[in-house]
């Protein structure tokens, strides 16, 4: 059996690499295009139960994002009805 407290550290470690990847791809996707004239383009996606909220900057980041957002609420509503959680 697993102790509790190491589950609850590995959550917390998780956590911490997750901001970590965001601050990097952050930083990777700006000093990448900072002297070539490109522009940059990014957006994000809030699953509220299962409802997406999507935002952008351009039409094209919004469109990707919303579409994937559709994709991950349709795997999540099978694994759901698979393991028979509804």
């Known amino acids: 059996m697993v102790d509790s407290s190491l589950l609850a550290w590995l959550g917390f470690i998780l956590i911490l690499l997750g901001f970590l990847v965001f601050f990097a791809a ?3 996707l700006f000093s ?15 699953i509220v139960g299962p409802i997406p909220i999507v935002f952008g900057t351009d039409k094209r980041a919004v469109k990707t994002l919303l579409i994937l957002s559709i994709i991950l609420m349709v795997i999540v509503l099978v694994v759901n009805i698979l393991l028979g959680y509804l």
């Open 32 to 46: 990448s295009s900072r002297g070539d004239g490109q522009k940059a383009s990014g957006g994000g996606a809030i």
């Open 26 to 28: 952050i930083f990777l």
